[in-house]
């Protein structure tokens, strides 16, 4: 496995493989991700993009993913009335339940009270 010491010394392709993951994220956040998608897409093996965008962002990737996720989702319901079915598959979740799961998770509300209380 690597550390940070190996990490710290990504390439300049790595990092703009890594750069290039991120704003593709930032852009669709709804998009289909994996890590041997993401990879192979990217140029870049995954044990690099795992530590690489951790250790440039702060966050894992898959952390980063549900709460740009989860950005999307709230600005959706705040400024529009998008079903939550749609806003759920907008958002790249395959059922609404698991939808409504996690935006509960990370709000502390389902998203039918989120909109109604924004």
């Given at each position: 496995?690597?550390?940070?010491?190996?990490i710290s010394h990504l390439t300049e392709k790595d990092?703009?493989?890594l750069h290039w993951i991120k704003s593709l994220i930032d852009e669709y956040p709804?998009?289909?991700?994996s890590l041997k998608l993401l990879s192979k897409?990217?140029?870049?093996?995954r044990v690099k993009l795992t530590y690489g965008f951790k250790f440039l962002f702060g966050a894992?990737?898959?952390?980063?993913?549900?709460?740009?996720?989860m950005e999307k989702a709230q600005s959706l319901l705040h400024t529009t009335d998008i079903?939550?079915?749609?806003?759920?598959?907008?958002?790249?979740y395959k059922t609404t339940q698991h939808f409504i799961t996690a935006f509960k998770k990370h709000t502390g509300q389902?998203?039918?009270?989120?909109?109604?209380n924004n």
């Amino acid at each position: 496995m690597m550390n940070k010491k190996t990490i710290s010394h990504l390439t300049e392709k790595d990092n703009s493989s890594l750069h290039w993951i991120k704003s593709l994220i930032d852009e669709y956040p709804g998009g289909e991700y994996s890590l041997k998608l993401l990879s192979k897409r990217a140029g870049i093996n995954r044990v690099k993009l795992t530590y690489g965008f951790k250790f440039l962002f702060g966050a894992t990737l898959h952390y980063y993913i549900i709460q740009k996720r989860m950005e999307k989702a709230q600005s959706l319901l705040h400024t529009t009335d998008i079903p939550v079915k749609a806003i759920a598959a907008a958002c790249g979740y395959k059922t609404t339940q698991h939808f409504i799961t996690a935006f509960k998770k990370h709000t502390g509300q389902r998203p039918g009270l989120y909109r109604k209380n924004n």
